[in-house]
């Protein structure tokens, strides 16, 4: 089996918890380079798109999944991905709280000024959504941009799942859904 190698930029301090880097998040507003084998929106990702077999992430219409050189999972809308997930195969007792999460945005991203728009915890989802914009020399601040990081325990597994950069809001409310609804099916006898 073949799971996520979470290799996103790391930020000191994230790595314990294996965080996509939220530097990269907020810095990058690229696309997916190098990104490879995609799947259609609707059907069951498996090993050979990047997941461990029977792991479906429900997908909006129109969205495609994507395996990128990392191996990471992205999906979003055509010719631009708005969602990172990375697996942690026997994480699930580590799942982060939206509290820790919020701390550790606060604690990594100093250089952006940031807007806590909603956080949630579930006993198998954590998420924090925020406004992000980075802070400029002159005391002012850039553009902002929505994000969302979350953390989905699925039986021993945890998925940690990010907005990628670029993503609008309504992308951004898009993948936290998919996120929150990531699904492992029990193997077929």
């Keep these: 089996m073949r799971g996520f190698a979470s290799s996103a930029r790391w930020v000191p301090g994230l790595e314990r918890l294996g965080l996509v880097s939220l530097v990269?998040?907020?810095v990058l507003f690229g696309g997916c380079?190098?990104?490879?084998?995609?799947?259609?929106?609707g059907e069951p990702l498996t090993e050979?798109?990047?997941?461990?077999?029977?792991v479906k992430v429900p997908l909006p219409p129109g969205w495609s999944a994507q395996v990128?050189?990392?191996?990471?999972?992205?999906?979003?809308p055509?010719?631009?991905?708005?969602?990172?997930?990375?697996?942690?195969?026997?994480?699930?007792?580590?799942?982060?709280?939206?509290?820790?999460?919020?701390?550790?945005v606060r604690q990594q991203m100093k250089q952006f000024t940031l807007s806590l728009d909603q956080e949630e915890d579930t006993?198998?989802?954590?998420?924090?959504?925020?406004?992000?914009?980075?802070?400029?020399?002159?005391g002012g601040v850039g553009p902002e941009a929505p994000a969302f990081f979350g953390a989905r325990r699925v039986g021993d597994d945890l998925f940690l799942c990010a907005s990628l950069p670029g993503a609008s809001a309504e992308?951004?409310?898009?993948?936290?859904?998919?996120?929150?609804?990531?699904?492992?099916?029990?193997a077929p006898r």
Aim: some cysteine; aromatic content about 2%; glycine content about 10%.
């Design 78 to 104: 055509p010719g631009r991905p708005a969602l990172r997930v990375d697996l942690k195969p026997g994480q699930g007792e580590e799942m982060p709280s939206s509290e820790t999460l919020a701390d550790t």
């Design 123 to 138: 006993p198998s989802f954590s998420l924090l959504r925020v406004t992000m914009a980075p802070s400029l020399a002159d």
């Design 33 to 41: 380079e190098g990104c490879q084998k995609k799947t259609p929106a």
């Design 24 to 26: 990269s998040l907020g």
């Design 68 to 76: 990128a050189t990392d191996g990471s999972f992205q999906a979003g």
């Design 48 to 54: 050979d798109a990047g997941l461990r077999s029977g």
């Design 171 to 186: 992308e951004v409310r898009l993948a936290t859904e998919a996120c929150r609804t990531i699904q492992v099916q029990a």
